[in-house]
T-cell receptor
Framework: DVKVTQSSRYLVKRTGEKVFLECVQD?????MFWYRQDPGLGLRLIYF???????EKGDIPEGYSVSREKKERFSLILESASTNQTSMYLC?????????????FGAGSRLTVL | AQSVTQPDIHITVSEGASLELRCNYS??????LFWYVQSPGQGLQLLLK??????LVQGIKGFEAEFKRSQSSFNLRKPSVHWSDAAEYFC???????????FGTGTKLQVIP
């Protein structure tokens, strides 16, 4: 069964800490995505990557960065966590650059920033 | 830019009753449309998708959706709801390029006995 694995399901961090959220997919997908999910706001795209070492800003990139050194791994980085970054973070992948692909999601990482 | 509207934040239905969840989209070209479901504490799972062709699409778990271009809608339906269908449902529209997908704000479904 294909999988997108997010290494941390729950994290609690303090304001100002650097936070790494890791995502690994085993489907050899080209595209990977980070979304943020908040009640009443749905899912909002933070960053995506269509190839190794390539990245594109989504709709809400401020306060975040990403890294994709290997095809299977896509990391979301909060350089200095703030309380307004408390949220559920969802990683997803898809197999090609066409507009018709289906996203496969991980189970999510719930981050609390105190 | 594309957008998706799900006008119903929360819906309650009785088990065995029919269900329709509304979705309206805005996109300048032919859209790629999706419905995803999220059970509590889980990621999102694809229910069904529309790319082209027959405007009535069938999905998993007995769900179907109909694409109506004239109404810019892609409503999700199920003839008889089961208690296990209680979850949050997201409509999404895909654009070209690098597969940017925009999601609606979700509709939370409660099923009562």
């Amino acid at each position: 069964d294909v999988k997108v694995t997010q290494s941390s399901r729950y994290l609690v961090k303090r304001t100002g800490e650097k936070v790494f959220l890791e995502c690994v997919q085993d489907m050899d997908h080209e595209n990977m995505f980070w979304y943020r999910q908040d009640p009443g706001l749905g899912l909002r795209l933070i960053y995506f990557s269509y190839d190794v070492k390539m990245k594109e800003k989504g709709d809400i990139p401020e306060g975040y960065s990403v890294s994709r050194e290997k095809k299977e791994r896509f990391s979301l980085i909060l350089e200095s966590a703030s309380t307004n970054q408390t949220s559920m973070y969802l990683c997803a992948s898809s197999p090609s650059t066409s507009g018709a692909n289906v996203l496969t999601f991980g189970a999510g990482s719930r981050l609390t920033v105190l | 830019a594309q957008s998706v509207t799900q006008p119903d934040i929360h819906i309650t239905v009785s088990e065995g009753a029919s269900l329709e969840l509304r979705c309206n989209y805005s996109y300048g070209a032919t859209p790629y449309l999706f419905w995803y479901v999220q059970s509590p504490g889980q990621g999102l799972q694809l229910l069904l998708k529309y790319f082209s062709g027959d405007t009535l699409v069938q999905g998993i778990k007995g769900f179907e959706a109909e694409f109506k271009r004239s109404q810019s809608s892609f409503n999700l339906r199920k003839p008889s709801v089961h208690w296990s269908d209680a979850a949050e449902y997201f409509c999404a529209v895909g654009a070209g390029g690098y597969q940017k997908v925009t999601f609606g704000t979700g509709t939370k479904l409660q099923v009562i006995p």
